[in-house]
T-cell receptor
Framework: RKEVEQDPGPFNVPEGATVAFNCTYSNSASQSFFWYRQDCRKEPKLLMSVYSSGNEDGRFTAQLNRASQYISLLIRDSKLSDSATYLCVVNNTYSNYQLIWGAGTKLIIKP | NAGVMQNPRHLVRRRGQEARLRCSPMKGHSHVYWYRQLPEEGLKFMVYLQKENIIDESGMPKERFSAEFPKEGPSILRIQQVVRGDSAAYFC?????????????FGPGTRLTVT
C-alpha cells in the first residue's frame, strides 16, 4: 500500500462547477498535511496547508479527517486556470523536512 | 530576488554517460533538498544538504548517485553511468532554516532524458 494515495483522475469538470478530491495516508502519526499544485512540466507550488479544524482560502477548502486518515480539497466556482495536478503531501514522521508525496490528481476544467 | 535556479532545464544523455544537475538556492538559503519525480508519480526525497555537509541522503540510490553543496557555488547532483530508468524530473528546493515545506522553495526542475 502506498503511503499517500490519490485518485489519478483526470477529473473533467465544467467551468464554474465545484469539484472535490480526497487523499488517504497510511501513517496515523502524521502531523502535517499540505496540498500542492503542479502545472504540466513545472515545479510544485504550495497551495495550502491543511489544519485539523479545516481551513479555507478563497475558493479552496481543505479538510482533515484523522479518524479515517484522509484529507480533502474542495474547489468552488472552478476556473480554467485551476486546471493542474493537485498533489497531496504528508510529513515523514521521522524528520521534519522529509515529505511524502502522492502521485497527484489531474484536474481539467472545461469551458 | 531571484528564486531557486536549476540548470540545465533539459538534459539528454546516452546510457553510460554522466549527468550533472546544478541548483543555486535562493539568496540567503543554506539548506538544499533534491527530489526526483518519475513520470506519473509523486516527488521522492533524495538528499538534504547544508553548505559542505550532507545531512540526510537516505533517499539516494546507493550506487551511481552523489550530491554536494560546496562552500562556493551551486549544489550538484551527479549521476554516473546513467540508465533509462534515471529519466525523470529532478527538483531542487531550498530553505532558510531546517524547516517543513512552508519554508521550502522549489526550482523549475531539470528534465533528464536517457536515450
Amino acid at each position: 500500500r502506498k503511503e499517500v494515495e490519490q485518485d489519478p483522475g483526470p477529473f473533467n469538470v465544467p467551468e464554474g462547477a465545484t469539484v472535490a478530491f480526497n487523499c488517504t495516508y497510511s501513517n496515523s502519526a502524521s502531523q502535517s498535511f499540505f496540498w500542492y499544485r503542479q502545472d504540466c512540466r513545472k515545479e510544485p507550488k504550495l497551495l495550502m496547508s491543511v489544519y485539523s479544524s479545516g481551513n479555507e482560502d478563497g475558493r479552496f477548502t481543505a479538510q482533515l479527517n484523522r479518524a479515517s486518515q484522509y484529507i480533502s480539497l474542495l474547489i468552488r466556482d472552478s476556473k480554467l486556470s485551476d486546471s493542474a495536478t493537485y498533489l497531496c503531501v504528508v510529513n515523514n514522521t521521522y524528520s521534519n523536512y522529509q515529505l511524502i508525496w502522492g502521485a497527484g490528481t489531474k484536474l481539467i476544467i472545461k469551458p | 530576488n531571484a528564486g531557486v535556479m536549476q540548470n540545465p532545464r533539459h538534459l539528454v544523455r546516452r546510457r553510460g554517460q554522466e549527468a550533472r544537475l546544478r541548483c543555486s538556492p535562493m539568496k540567503g538559503h543554506s539548506h538544499v533538498y533534491w527530489y526526483r519525480q518519475l513520470p506519473e508519480e509523486g516527488l521522492k526525497f533524495m538528499v538534504y544538504l547544508q553548505k559542505e555537509n550532507i545531512i540526510d541522503e537516505s533517499g539516494m540510490p546507493k550506487e551511481r548517485f552523489s550530491a554536494e553543496f560546496p562552500k562556493e557555488g551551486p549544489s550538484i547532483l551527479r549521476i554516473q553511468q546513467v540508465v533509462r530508468g534515471d529519466s525523470a524530473a529532478y527538483f531542487c528546493a531550498s530553505s532558510h532554516e531546517h524547516r517543513t515545506p512552508l519554508g521550502q522553495y522549489f526550482g523549475p526542475g531539470t528534465r533528464l532524458t536517457v536515450t
